[in-house]
């Protein structure tokens, strides 16, 4: 048997009581077994589970009943390889022996024959000789036993005690000895009037701090024995001092000392100039001694300096102390701020203080005025007389033609001069407050140019536009903070315009939206200029005549976003009238008010959002097996495209786009004809599309060898010609002279970065409509997003570099406002539904972590590979890291492949696999429950490692990677869909878009991607239209590796995303910076 209170030293609380709960259950316990070794008792069951994750585990807990403790234990459940510590199931195996021990095979109970630890420790207190003790503990009860303090200075101070208890009092010959005894609660005896254990307890409400006190400090000196950092660093001379009957104070231990004496006595012992005074004691309070100075004519001009007072002052960081004959004073802060006078001057054991002729007028100057505000002085007139007068300072400024300039002078009383006058030969004139007029000239010299030598007039340029403005928005105030400020007209005359207000109005003419600008006086060619300040946040504009327009409190915010937003030069603003692209309205429909807008305007605007169903119908062959959401896609499409815009369908994955589009093309049939540009693998799938839901339409793949591709492009007749991103990249000179009617592309992320051929060939095709398909409009950055719309409307949101500066970079500065601003410009050309709000009957999805535990040699290779790369990234140059990022990122890989299996780095690895037991281990469940899997990996090697685990279990399973043909694709999926094979295994990058898998119920996903969006295009090759069941998701992570923090920067990243289109993204991999990379590999 085995206490709970040993049980509880190993486990926390929760899982004592957790542990409680299941072995209340016997019945949830069995296959009981036990074994014995001396003392030793093993015992082992299976244990029913509770969570679900398996249907019980076998678990076991070894316990020395003798010693009662845990020796050892062990479990099956996931907990136990997670958590250090007996898990709820161990605990719960030795609660239920120490009550059913006979239900256990084995169990023999005359194996327990040595006496158990409790008893025999009670045992050996019982039986120890015990008279003494006794005797001499009756000497101190709790709470009586007091430590009398004495702190003595010489240099350093000193602490020594005395101990008392109710009988009698002893000196402390040894305090470290002491300390000692305190921590460990050791028995001590002085003598015959004292012995006690000493515990905290055991000493008076006053003593029980300062042995506290003393603890810390003697441990202290412990810790610092072996240092090789000079104690005085830390503020505690001493430490290495040696501990006998005197503990030397370190000055924050004396100033709490000193603090826990506070309205106490407390003994004190000074040695001054060698003498040793008797020690006395004295009361400790916070205030002030009584204490003055007088000064008092001496022969030949001299001046002797007499105490008012006696006391002694010595000071600790922060704090002044003042010793006398019967008080220690905590002094106030009036008195600290002369602390070097009271410690030195005031505090000297010389018989006589004096002060030369020759140095009164410094004295007067410098140290009068300071210790007079601290303490009573009695001081001659003629040394008052001395004292310098209260400083006034006058700035006086002007604007001429070469600009601003300032004079500065200190006044007292009737005298002044000149602050800005420099001559480095002058003799120090102790009258004048030089500090104060240092500052004065550093103020000025934050605003102008200070004069040469022998110069009193400082300028600012008339060029100068930034340093006048400067002066104008803080310089003034500063300056009248400071002292008077006078100015002459000119000056006031540069500061003489309030803000103009500026007026907008919008109107419709020829397709083309009309701006029409004013600014009540200012001339128009001024305009640019000033909304630039504004814009800048600057408080002045000047103007071409010099003046400055004050900019605070004026409400330029529309005009200025106006002019940003729709790029305007000086020239468009000082016409008064531009002309604007129509797919500007909405964004400028979102700045203006009503009152801007004419009506031709608000028609323009409201007959897109109010698209009547009536005018654009689906035909009639489509229209029955379109779903409400998909018909509102198609009218959608076919407003844009009445208006001449173009537009990115961005539905979630799964919702029919395909089918949306299809719809749109087929109602325009015979329009001319179109091109549709997807991944090589989604071109089969598109005709097959084109079949299902329009087959009247002549739809033909661009496929083949260069001359069959030629042959088709010549071919008559056909309606939609549907070509794959690298194929149109090769072909696009052939494409050149091609006119279509609609241009579609699919997965159009493709064309994320703007500067790939890919992305410039779908540019260079002439199309009258251009349209984009993808549930990812944004994966990393909002520049994918920029080249979409470069694509769809070129100049919609401006050339790159300006896109970057007006939304990129604000954005991803946390700019909510201007995240608005971009959504407002883009909202009604991107068309976005979640499956959550359009799809009320499709099952739900569900997400679930599950961590793998590394061990053994997988851990360490990975350990080992992991911190290689962090030393390797923590001892780079950026420019280092920037030469040999390939190689980090390659590394990284490697510690990626070791999470999943380390025979994807080492061939002749043979140990355990953690990741690969616990995928295995959830296919498993699912093929037990005649469900569908789908096991998705961006390691097609680790792809044939779960092969062949599956093969030898005889699972059987389809594989899908880059090399399959694309043909076999669809095969493959047909047969998954149909046929009762439970298992695809599926790369990511080769099958995660463009399938249809609603066959499986189950997604498993191997090994995180930098990009979670790309893995929710995976998932949803299962969860979309046509799956009935609930779709169940896997994420299989290995716990505490660089994949947990992978999951960690995916939601980082994908919240980007969610400001301007609604959905996240995810990482790049390629944008990493190096302090990415070393969060990545952890601590």
């Not at 109602?667 to 299902?692: D, H, I």
């Not at 990009?1011 to 609930?1030: K, L």
């Not at 992570?1037 to 301007?1060: F, G, H, P, Y």
Request: glycine letters at 6%; one cysteine or more.
């Amino acid at each position: 048997m085995i206490s709970e209170k040993s049980l509880s030293k190993v486990c926390r609380p929760a899982v004592l009581g957790r542990g409680r709960i299941i072995a209340q259950r016997s019945d949830r316990i069995w296959n009981r077994t036990c074994s014995y070794s001396g003392s030793r008792t093993s015992i082992e069951a299976c244990v029913d589970s509770s969570s679900g994750y398996e249907d019980h585990y076998r678990c076991g807990i070894t316990i020395d009943e003798a010693a009662d403790e845990v020796v050892d234990y062990h479990c099956t459940c996931p907990a136990a390889r997670r958590y250090p510590g007996p898990c709820k199931h161990s605990i719960a195996l030795a609660l239920d022996f120490n009550r059913n021990a006979g239900a256990y095979k084995g169990h023999s109970p005359q194996n327990q024959t040595s006496t158990s630890r409790v008893l025999g420790e009670y045992l050996d207190r019982a039986c120890a000789p015990a008279p003494v003790r006794v005797a001499l503990a009756a000497d101190a009860a709790p709470g009586t036993v007091g430590l009398k303090v004495t702190i003595e200075h010489e240099y350093d101070w000193y602490l020594r005690l005395r101990i008392a208890g109710p009988r009698g009092s002893y000196v402390v010959r040894d305090v470290g000895e002491l300390a000692q005894d305190i921590m460990a609660g050791a028995f001590h005896e002085y003598g015959k009037k004292l012995a006690f254990v000493h515990s905290l307890d055991m000493f008076d409400a006053q003593s029980r701090p300062v042995a506290e006190l003393l603890v810390r400090a003697v441990q202290n000196r412990r810790s610092f024995a072996s240092s090789r950092v000079a104690p005085r660093v830390f503020g505690m001379p001493g430490l290495q001092t040696p501990i006998g009957r005197e503990l030397r104070l370190s000055q924050p231990e004396l100033d709490e000392l000193i603090a826990l004496h506070v309205g106490r006595t407390l003994e004190v012992e000074v040695v001054s100039e060698g003498v040793q005074q008797p020690a006395r004691d004295v009361t400790v309070a916070d205030g002030d001694p009584q204490v003055g100075l007088r000064i008092k004519e001496a022969r030949y001009g001299a001046f002797d300096l007499e105490r008012e007072g006696e006391a002694e002052f010595f000071t600790t960081p922060g704090h002044l102390y003042a010793l006398t004959q019967d008080a220690l004073f905590r002094c106030s802060k009036r008195l600290l701020d002369v602390a070097p006078f009271l410690t030195s001057v005031y505090s000297s054991h010389a018989p006589r203080v004096l002060l030369g002729e020759r140095d009164v007028p410094r004295f007067a100057a410098a140290v009068l005025p300071r210790v007079g505000e601290a303490m009573h002085v009695d001081a001659p007139q003629e040394v008052l007389d001395q004292m310098p007068q209260p400083l006034r300072l006058d700035f006086y400024l002007d604007h001429a033609r070469q600009g601003v300039t300032c004079r500065a002078e200190a006044s007292y009383g009737a005298r002044r001069l000149s602050v800005l006058r420099r001559d480095p030969d002058a003799v120090p004139d102790y009258a004048r407050d030089a500090a104060g007029e240092a500052r004065a000239r550093q103020l000025v010299q934050q605003y102008f140019r200070l004069p040469a030598a022998g110069g009193t007039v400082a300028t600012i340029g008339e060029k100068d536009t930034p340093a006048i403005a400067r002066l104008l928005l803080d310089g003034m105030d500063r300056l009248r903070e400071a002292g008077t400020v006078h100015v002459t007209d000119a000056f006031d005359r540069m500061l003489r315009r309030e803000a103009p207000r500026v007026q907008v109005g919008l109107s419709v003419r020829s397709n083309l939206i009309n701006l029409r600008v004013s600014a009540d006086d200012l001339p128009l060619d001024e305009l640019f200029g000033l909304l630039a300040s504004y814009r800048r946040h600057r408080r002045f504009h000047r103007l071409r005549d010099g003046s400055f327009v004050d900019l605070a409190g004026a409400d330029l915010s529309q005009a200025a976003a106006l002019a940003e937003e729709l790029g305007l030069t000086a020239r468009d603003l000082a016409a008064g009238e531009v002309s604007i692209p129509s797919y500007k309205a909405f964004l400028l429909d979102s700045i203006m008010t009503d009152e801007q807008k004419d009506e031709s305007f608000r028609a323009y605007v409201d007959g897109f959002r109010s698209v009547d169903p009536k005018r654009f119908e689906p035909p009639a062959s489509v229209a029955a097996q379109l779903r409400p959401y998909q018909r509102a896609g198609f009218q959608w499409l076919s407003a844009l495209a009445a208006m001449g815009f173009g537009g990115i369908l961005a539905d979630e994955m799964g919702l029919g786009k395909s089918v949306q589009m299809i719809s749109f093309l087929l109602a325009n049939r015979g329009r001319g004809t179109s091109l549709v540009v997807c991944p090589s693998s989604l071109v089969y799938n598109w005709v097959a599309e084109f079949q299902k839901f329009a087959p009247q339409m002549d739809v033909a793949p661009v496929v083949g060898t260069a001359p069959e591709r030629a042959r088709i492009r010549r071919e008559r007749g056909h309606e939609v010609l549907v070509t794959s991103y690298d194929l149109l990249r090769r072909d696009i000179e052939a494409y050149a002279p091609m006119d279509f009617w609609c241009e579609v592309l699919d997965e159009a992320q493709y064309i994320k970065n703007h500067e790939t051929l890919s992305a410039r060939a779908v540019k260079a095709v002439t199309a009258r409509h251009r349209f984009a398909l993808t549930g990812t409009p944004i994966e990393n950055r909002l520049s994918e997003l920029w080249s979409i719309f470069d694509y769809l409307m070129p100049g919609l949101l401006g050339g790159y570099d300006r896109f970057r500066e007006r939304y990129e970079d604000p954005i991803l500065a946390g700019d909510a406002d201007c995240a608005n601003r971009l959504r407002a410009a883009i909202g009604p050309f991107v068309l976005r539904r979640l499956k959550r709000d359009v799809l009320s009957d499709l099952p739900d999805k569900l997400e679930q972590v599950v961590y793998a535990q590394l061990e053994g040699e997988q851990r360490q290779l990975y350990n080992a590979h992991e911190q290689a790369l962090r030393l390797s990234l923590t001892s780079q140059t950026d420019q280092e890291f920037t030469r040999g990022k390939l190689q980090v990122l390659a590394e990284l890989m490697r510690l990626r492949q070791l999470c999943c299996d380390p025979r994807l780095v080492y061939d002749d690895y043979d140990g355990p696999s953690a990741k690969l037991d616990t995928i295995f281990s959830l296919v498993e469940r699912v093929v037990d429950a005649q469900a569908k899997v789908l096991v998705f990996s961006q390691f097609t090697s680790y792809l044939d490692l779960i092969a062949q685990r599956l093969d030898a279990s005889g699972i059987a399973h389809f594989m899908l990677t880059g090399s399959t043909p694309k043909r076999r694709r669809l095969e493959l999926v047909d047969a998954f869909n149909q046929d009762d094979t439970p298992v695809f295994l599926i790369s990511l990058k080769a099958g995660g878009t463009g399938l249809n898998l609603t066959g499986a119920s189950v997604v498993v996903h191997a090994d995180p991607w930098w990009n979670a969006a790309a893995q929710n295009q995976a998932t949803d090759r299962a969860h979309r239209i046509g799956q009935t069941r609930e779709v169940t998701v896997y994420k299989v992570i290995a716990r505490d590796t660089v994949e947990d923090r992978i999951l960690a920067l995916q939601e980082a990243k994908s919240e980007l995303a969610n400001q301007v289109v609604g959905e996240g993204g995810g990482a790049s991999l390629s944008s990493l910076r190096k302090e990415d990379l070393v969060d990545l590999l952890g601590q």
